[in-house]
């Protein structure tokens, strides 16, 4: 739950996502350096995870950055439940219910020699949670990570544009909006409206494991 004026909230979230994607810029060489060349949406996050909670100005910025996150929900009896489970989730404090979530998810998977997009899982298991809360209950923002397995992020952003914008529960208000770019990530926002009337700005940042790995080899 968030105390205070909102858009001021939105500010400091968004002002975070561009500093943690730097610090991912920064980790994501050495993180792809380790793993197979066949990989697993779990196997990118975990390492990812793993390098950033060790890393000096991420420490600095945030409380904690937890893999697998579980936000809880409130039954009619008082009780709490699990939601699901958030593949990233940065906390500032020790409030459990304020935290920026982070959807991954990968994108342009060759199987067989036939590239499948996986736009439309992109969207119907990522940024759907956040437009039914199931993620981020009663916050204004959110973020998807793609992991663009083949390296075509041009490819990757019109499929997921195509998704979006043929997905009507979305309740797209605005966007696709391109984002700058930081180091090889390609960024861009949507603004969605939720059932309870309240907008959701969602951050979507693209990762090329191929073009990443090769600027740094």
């Not at 500093?19 to 980790?27: P, W």
């Not at 083949?150 to 997921?160: E, L």
């Not at 544009?161 to 180091?183: F, Q, R």
Request: net charge negative; aromatic share 10%.
């Amino acid at each position: 739950m968030l105390i205070g004026d909102v858009q001021g909230w939105v500010d400091n979230f968004v002002s975070f996502d561009d500093r943690f994607l730097e610090r991912i810029a920064a980790a994501w060489p050495e993180c792809m350096a380790v793993l197979p060349e066949q990989l697993g949406e779990d196997d990118i996050t975990i390492n990812l995870v793993d390098r950033l909670a060790k890393d000096v100005v991420v420490r600095r910025l945030c409380h904690w950055v937890e893999y697998q996150f579980e936000p809880f929900g409130l039954a009619a009896d008082g009780s709490k439940y699990s939601k699901g489970i958030i593949d990233i989730a940065v906390l500032f404090d020790w409030d459990r219910e304020r935290y920026l979530a982070y959807e991954c998810k990968r994108l342009n998977v060759i199987n067989g020699g036939s590239r499948s997009s996986l736009a439309t899982v992109y969207v119907t298991q990522g940024m759907m949670r956040f437009l039914t809360e199931q993620y981020a209950e009663q916050l204004p923002v959110g973020c998807m990570l793609g992991y663009v397995l083949d390296g075509d992020v041009p490819f990757a952003n019109s499929r997921i544009a195509d998704a979006i914008g043929s997905h009507v529960p979305l309740a797209l208000a605005e966007g696709p909006t391109p984002l700058a770019a930081i180091e090889t990530i390609e960024r861009f926002r949507t603004r969605h409206t939720r059932q309870t009337g309240l907008q959701i700005e969602l951050r979507h940042a693209l990762f090329s494991k191929l073009s990443t790995v090769a600027k740094n080899a």
